[in-house]
């Protein structure tokens, strides 16, 4: 299904502006939630597009992963490359920073370094727990019945419990928490998948595309002013099911509100991917040039063929002798 919902577009770039804010340094605690409602709307997505060739063999898991992994390598490369630049300027050249670029260029933790294996590029770590997620998906989720897969999401609801009783939430990026994240990833995914299969397209409850979008900075500045231990769970039993909802259902009168909507959704991963590193490069003397150089580059690249177009009647006036 090829069809995009602008509705999720838009909220998907408002959760990528969430985590954003959080690494400028607003203070608030509560930003990670952003990342759960893209887990949750990665499940939803990656069945309304992919899981029906998943089923029918069509599609095979290992060509499924691959295909995901060049979808988000691009960006990903790029942020850990800028991440990269800016370990150079703090840490110096050395063997175990080269490894560590080699390994988080392939989108693989840098094992190298255990106490923090996403130094040069933080949001990679819930890039790679997608990864697990979709290989999951193409190996055994997609054959699974709504029964065993609302068993698996129980599951995966009760180990997040006890996760966050005993050690807290499980926080990304972090090695103290590499299994536990997966209970707490296991759980959005699987329940953005079954909302896919049990209501398609058709939001079962009206939710208005208003509250859905405030849904989640509220939510932040209630947990940031009211911290609760199980607060993130509740976060995604309900309310990022809610924000889901409202964003299926949303529909843009206006054309600049739809292309508004699509825009937030086109940058949104770009956004995601390369942020954390290039807050890191503002901090540097020369950092801004490099990203001010980077973003002109970008934008040429973008418009290339709007540019061509307008260079080549140009250069054929220029040279007359090779238009004929």
Not at 225 to 246: C, E, S, T
Not at 264 to 271: D, K, M, R, T
Request: hydrophobic share 60%; charged share 10%.
């Amino acid at each position: 299904m090829d069809q995009r919902l602008p509705g999720l577009d838009a909220l998907r770039g408002l959760a990528a502006i969430v985590v954003v804010l959080f690494h400028l340094g607003l203070p608030i605690a509560g930003a990670h939630l952003a990342v759960d409602f893209f887990f949750m709307l990665s499940g939803f997505v990656m069945a309304r597009t992919y899981e029906a060739q998943l089923r029918k063999g069509t599609l095979g898991a290992w060509r499924f992963l691959a295909r995901r992994y060049r979808r988000l390598w691009g960006w990903m490369a790029l942020g850990t490359a800028l991440g990269v630049l800016a370990a150079l300027d703090r840490y110096g050249a050395s063997a175990e920073l080269g490894l560590s670029a080699v390994l988080m260029l392939a989108m693989v933790p840098a094992l190298n370094v255990a106490s923090a294996p996403y130094f040069l590029n933080m949001p990679l770590w819930s890039i790679v727990y997608e990864l697990v997620a979709n290989a999951a998906h193409g190996a055994r989720l997609a054959r699974m019945g709504n029964g065993a897969l609302a068993l698996v999401a129980l599951a995966c609801a009760l180990g997040l419990g006890w996760a966050i009783a005993v050690a807290g939430f499980p926080r990304g990026g972090y090695a103290e928490y590499h299994w536990l994240v997966l209970l707490r990833v296991g759980l959005a995914y699987v329940l953005g998948i079954l909302a896919w299969r049990l209501w398609g397209d058709r939001s079962p409850l009206r939710v208005p595309f208003a509250l859905s979008f405030a849904l989640l900075p509220a939510y932040v500045l209630a947990v940031y002013l009211w911290p609760w231990d199980f607060a993130p769970l509740a976060f995604v039993l309900l309310l990022a099911p809610l924000m889901l909802f409202g964003g299926m259902r949303a529909r843009f009168e206006s054309a600049r509100g739809l292309e508004a909507a699509t825009l937030a959704g086109a940058v949104s991963f770009p956004l995601y991917a390369v942020h954390y590193p290039a807050i890191q490069l503002l901090k540097l003397d020369w950092g801004p040039m490099v990203l001010a150089a980077m973003a002109v580059a970008g934008i040429l690249w973008h418009r290339r063929a709007r540019l061509a177009a307008v260079l080549a009647p140009k250069a054929a006036r220029l040279n007359p002798s090779s238009a004929g």
